[in-house]
């Protein structure tokens, strides 16, 4: 039988009209409980970042090595400790790469600031598939739209490109890989292979102002030119995976 118009009007979609509708969901009251709290999530982010931009200043290279080297053998482990919480704020993580190789010399310094930027990173990656796109894109202010024509659609040499790009900082790299979805495995390749040379050459320089010879000199220039070839490589592969 076909339907009469008193039917229709009798439908419970006609007698809700402030229906949430698929996708969305609200709490008693008619409040969506689910914006309100992803709000405050980005406001409590932004406000947190900006003050550790103004209010936040790491110690000199000489202080922060000396603290580093009182430790003793929990050094190690402290510095790693420290360089991850670093890579997870918007503070430069240049300082710790450079006190890595004036306290540990090249090689080990190598292996203790890959293992601390990564482990920062990934926790910023964590944190930004938390917060959700919407969030984490607006909190990027003026890096945004950078991370967003990059990273959309954007795989590992997408990672890879903004990581040997100089002048980007790590962590709107980070948070806009999780609020992308970069997928978590191509985001710790990509990191961990990418970030190395920029590591060894900020290292190699550390190593270099504690014992400037010859050979840590030859560090610093070749690891600075591999930078700048893995740069231009990268970019190019990204641009064709675009295309």
Known sequence: MPDHPEHAAASPDSRTPDHPGPGRSLGRGGVPWGSV???????????????LALNVRLPSLDHLQADIADLGAWGPLAFIGLYAAVALTPIPVTIMAV???????????????MIGVVLGCWGGYGIARGLGRDTVMRSLGSHADMVEEHLADG????????????????????YGSGALGITQREFLVATSLSALPGQVSLIAIGAFIASPTML???????????????????????RAARG
């Open 37 to 51: 709290l992803r709000n405050v999530a980005l406001v409590t982010v932004v406000l947190v970042m900006i003050w």
């Open 99 to 113: 006190t890595a190789g004036m306290l540990f010399g090249l090689p080990l310094g190598t292996v203790l600031s």
């Open 155 to 174: 795989g590992f040499y997408a990672v890879c490109t903004l990581r040997l790009m100089p002048g980007i900082p790590y962590w709107p790299v980070n």
């Open 216 to 238: 840590n000199g030859i560090a610093v220039g070749l690891s600075w030119l591999v930078v700048i070839v893995l740069t231009v490589l990268s970019l190019r592969r990204w």
